[in-house]
């Protein structure tokens, strides 16, 4: 009907819950909704479909659940309490607890942690509570230890400060050992790209301005009705990167939904699915959930570079990502993902048939999310040295061409344990120990250093911080390191003792 | 089709496969070996008409075989299908059909990138 088009077509909350009341309301999935807007356009998109579904499922590491235990008898204020051997922060009255899923456990590492505890209350499993007291005369117990079930706890009240980002920056590695990061696992020199994120799906992505999403908000959260409290923390809608506060009653929560994680060598982690119905009530937000995952670009990092600025080597979209390789400096590299779209599927699919069933009633915000927020670097007001204020300037370097004999007699008078090598122009090119030298002397074989020295030297560059040296020493299991300049050239070394002493002078 | 070997500490001096290959006359390629002083572990990819008599030869010498039919042991129940394993796999054994993901037999190395890889701890090698 022409005549239509010639009107803004808007609908109302309150006429699209009677419909999903009634059982008429017309919904379909975030991934169904771009083609249905590119054919019937945004106003006939706006009469054909009441609502849409969105759904995300992945890593959810700022989340953690309130668990109110109901006094004892003697009744305790717990100081301290640990569920399977996890800690809980006991600091809120006498016997809530916060269980934090990225919290290890104390008996298995990271293997099992808070978020594994959660999972196993959840299956209906029993968990052993230990709590310390701090002993008041209105609670005198000190000690306490019980076996309690989900059902046993008063409340088990899911409270995540950050979830559900609009999208995340994909992570690659340009160093040239294999990291492993809470992106996974990360080759070496470019070896493989990870992402998370459901793009197409993603809730924030779907609704970038707030026209729905607010404090208020009903949402499903693993399984339950839950509700958005409010914007996450580090919110950042100014450049895209939104976040959720959110909460949920556990106890009503559904297992397929949640699921503990560990990242090897990272820690433990909580994969959630979220999930927000938007109502289609304008053009606007018709055209907004017609979002696809070219549209939504996000940059890939390199992990690489151990600081908190780590450069972007490239902007790409999901689609991008979800081919499985995109092009980084020439090199095809294989992407896959850690979140999982299938599951975001499930999360979208089953909030569609929730709503299609008159189960799961749309709600009008108290007030929407923040439009600004803020996600600034930490402000660190106690300096913390760099390698160049404990490195020694008194180094002795030599190129490859001198005999072993000659480098072991600069290694006596210097009484150095190290020796840089570099090339005519002073760049490091390898670095050659007393070890190696006592080597080549003890087989004969060798004349010129450069038959014996290590080629693969790591090094530090003078303004790093301290602790990225202290972590290289340690990774590699090495006791000096080579200080470079921005060129490459050698200007000091740094070693054990000289963080030691460094670390001394701290304290 | 590929063989994983499992060579006991009396013999992993021998020049096993040297010899297998000679009476075979097989075309193995070496996937991956971790030979140490007292074992090794190796993985041959062998033309399947090679397979049977192949497998036979190491046999003979005291190798224990196990022909890798099944890329990876991955529970069901905990794999979400997030795709942690697909990138990092040296074979691309690991793809997404429909976003599942699906293992494919005859390429995995059991090189075990993809065990800690899992966030869900999902996957589990042969024999291991």
């Known amino acids: ?316 979209s999901y689609e991008d990502l979800k081919s499985g390789i995109i092009d980084l400096s020439g090199k095809e590299v294989s992407t896959s993902s850690l979140s999982s779209f299938h599951m975001a599927r499930e999360v979208a699919r089953e909030l569609k048939s929730q709503v299609e069933a008159g189960e799961f009633l749309l709600s009008s915000a108290v007030e929407p999310l923040a439009r600004i927020g803020s996600s600034r670097p930490m402000k660190q007001t106690k300096e913390s040295p760099n390698v160049g204020d404990g490195m020694s300037r008194d180094v002795v370097t030599v190129r490859d061409e001198i005999r072993v004999d000659e480098a072991a007699r600069l290694i006596v008078i210097g009484s150095f344990d190290h020796l840089p090598v570099v090339s005519k122009d002073g760049r490091l090119i390898g670095i050659i120990t007393a070890w190696d030298i006592s080597k080549a002397v003890a087989s004969g074989k060798s004349s010129r250093i450069a038959e014996i020295m290590t080629r693969r030297v790591y090094s530090v560059r003078v303004d790093e911080p301290i602790e990225l040296a202290a972590r290289t020493l340690d990774t590699h299991s090495i006791s000096a390191l080579p200080v470079v300049d921005r060129d490459d050239k050698v200007i000091g070394m740094i070693t054990s003792d000289h963080l030691s002493r460094l670390l001394a002078r701290r304290r | 089709m590929k063989l994983m070997l499992h060579v006991a500490p009396g013999i992993v001096r021998q020049p096993l496969i040297a010899s297998v290959i000679l009476e075979t006359s097989a075309l193995v390629n070496i996937e991956r070996a971790s030979i140490d002083a007292v074992s090794g572990e190796i993985v041959l990819e062998v033309p399947a008409e090679k397979c049977a008599v192949v497998k036979e030869a190491f046999e003979r010498r005291g190798v224990k075989v196990v022909p890798l039919e099944i890329p990876v042991i991955r529970d069901e129940n905990e794999c979400v299908h997030c795709g942690a394993c697909v990138s990092i796999c040296p074979t691309q054994t690991f793809r997404f059909e429909d976003w599942r993901v699906v293992a494919d037999e005859g390429k995995c190395i059991q090189c075990g990138a993809c065990i800690m890889g899992c966030p869900q701890r999902a996957l589990k090698l042969v024999l291991k």
């Open chain 1, 1 to 316: 009907m022409p005549t239509f088009e010639k009107f803004v077509q808007e609908k109302s909350l309150s006429e699209i819950n009677e419909r999903i009341r009634d059982g008429s309301a017309r919904v379909v999935t975030a991934e169904e909704m771009p083609d249905l807007v590119d054919e019937l356009g945004p106003a006939g998109a706006v009469r054909e479909v009441d609502v849409v579904t969105t759904g995300t499922f992945g890593a959810m590491c700022s989340s953690g659940v309130f668990l109110n235990l109901g006094h004892s008898d003697p009744p305790i204020k717990i100081a301290k309490a640990w569920l399977n051997k996890v800690e809980a922060y006991g600091g809120v009255a006498a016997v809530d607890l916060f269980l934090g899923a990225t919290q290890p456990s104390e008996d298995r590492g990271i293997e099992y942690g808070g978020a594994h505890v959660m999972e196993e209350l959840l299956a209906g499993k029993q968990i052993e509570v230990e709590a310390q007291g701090v002993g008041t005369d209105c609670y005198p117990q000190m000690e306490l230890e019980t076996n309690l079930r989900l059902e046993d706890f008063n409340q088990a009240t899911m409270v995540n400060p950050r979830n559900a980002y609009q999208r995340y920056n994909a992570a690659t590695n340009s160093s040239d050992r294999t990291m492993h990061t809470y992106m996974g696992t990360l080759l070496p020199r470019l070896g493989n790209v990870h992402y998370s994120g459901a793009g197409v799906l993603s809730p924030l992505s779907n609704d970038p301005s707030f026209d729905y999403i607010g404090i208020g908000t009903r949402i499903f959260l693993a399984g339950a009705q839950g509700y958005d409290m409010g914007s996450g923390t580090q919110h950042n809608p100014q450049n895209g990167f939104s976040t959720l506060m959110v909460t949920g009653d556990m106890k009503r929560m559904n297992n397929t939904f949640l699921r503990a994680a560990t990242f090897h060598k990272y820690g433990p982690s909580l994969y959630l699915g979220i999930g927000i119905p938007i109502p289609v009530l304008n053009e606007k937000i018709a055209k907004n959930t017609a979002v696809r995952d070219r549209d939504i670009t996000v940059p890939v990092v390199d992990y690489g570079i151990p600081r908190r600025d780590r450069p972007s080597l490239k902007l790409v």
